[in-house]
């Protein structure tokens, strides 16, 4: 048996789970939902009244950790999936809860899904989350996004000043010049973003204020994003545009 049991409450148990591997020297970060939770204290009402409700718990740390990793989290009462492990345990690691009966999904060094975020070296920015840039690009980088996705990033907009810091803020010069290399992830997360302005309209529970602030705060970030100088590259695949595929479908990644 376990020396210990998860917490049933997400939030709770993963900083438990951060916090553990501090202690031991492992450099692990929340991702997903539960970033605004933690981080989106004066708005998490609105998270609560859109009735987003969490389902599991990600993390990201770096590949060179991870032969700690599994003795870490079977000490933390987690049961190592092995099939899934033996197969993508080069880039992602699953672990069970079988108290509260949900997944735990780990990271290294990168999330690839439609498009690849790289985490080298932007872990030790933030804790106990990853930082707030890095977390709307998790977001936006969903080519079919979905109502959930929406809801995270109305909020995390609203909580956040954009700049260029990542101190409990978006860092939209960080941003800028990541989407000036890559015109595929630029047009995926460009797309999304006004998407997401053109949704706030669909919630009643946004008041008047609520929607222009998240409004002008997309408007930042995209005037940001226009600003940076762009790549050779980039210019020679914005020919080309969307006649050709722009990104990876998220079954190719988990398949």
Known sequence: MSPVSPLADFEHEACRLVE????????????????????????VHLHNAMKRELTDVDLITYRDLSRQLEPFFVEMGYVPDKRFIAYFGGN???????VNRRNLDVFLDKLEMCHTIDFKERL????????????LLEKMQIVQLNEKDIKD??????EHDVGNTEAESINARYLGKLMAQDW???????????????????????????????SSKIDKILDYIEREPKSMAWKMRARVGSKKKWYKDVEETVR
């Not at 501090?22 to 204290?41: D, E, F, P, S, W």
């Not at 030790?124 to 977390?135: K, M, R, S, V």
């Open 153 to 158: 990033t109305i909020v995390l907009l609203r």
């Open 20 to 43: 553990n591997a501090r202690n031991r020297g492992l450099i692990i970060r929340i991702m997903g939902a539960t970033v605004i939770k933690l981080h989106c204290r004066k708005f």
């Open 184 to 214: 595929g992830f630029y047009y995926t997360f460009t797309t999304n973003l006004k998407k997401v302005r053109d949704s706030l309209e669909r919630y009643p529970i946004l008041s008047e204020d609520d929607r222009k602030d998240v």
């Open 92 to 98: 992602r690691l699953k672990y069970l809860d079988e």
């Open 124 to 135: 030790e920015l933030d804790c106990p989350t990853i930082t707030l840039a890095d977390f």
